[in-house]
């Protein structure tokens, strides 16, 4: 793995464990938000690896789409519920109307998102190791 698609990776390890932090914190909408990056900076990481630009979305499955066209195994990312984990990097970040996001997720919506995250940087990992 180069140096550049390994920076990515890393990064999604340092968001995956900002997720845990402050889910363990009872900040749940910032963990789901983290957990969500986690998983969009390790495929962009994989993307990289296969010699491509991932492109400027927080839409995972584009980047499913893309990793497929590049010709990646997809049937174990596909089933994991990445469409929800997509959606809460906007809903846990921003507002929705009067509603602040602290009023929208609980525990069970944080461990959902860092279980998807998790997911996804071990396939991440495993179809990085050498055969």
């Known amino acids: 793995m ?11 390890k340092d968001d995956f464990g900002v997720a845990r932090l402050t889910r363990d914190n009872s900040y749940y909408p910032q963990a789901c938000y983290f957990a969500s990056q986690a998983a969009e900076k390790a495929l962009k990481g994989l993307i990289l690896e296969l010699g491509a630009e991932p492109p400027h979305t927080h839409v995972l499955g584009e980047l ?14 596909e089933a994991l519920p990445l469409r929800s984990l997509s959606r809460l990097s906007v809903t846990s970040h921003y507002p929705l109307e009067a509603t602040p996001p602290a009023e ?27 055969l």
Request: net charge negative; proline share 4%; hydrophobic share 50%.
């Open 2 to 12: 180069n140096a550049r698609p390994q920076a990515w990776l890393q990064q999604a």
């Open 64 to 77: 499913l789409k893309l990793l497929g066209q590049l010709g990646c195994e997809l049937e174990a990312l």
């Open 104 to 130: 929208l997720f609980d525990r069970a919506d944080a461990d959902q998102a860092i279980g998807t995250a998790e997911a996804v940087l071990n396939l991440v990992e495993a179809l990085d190791q050498p």
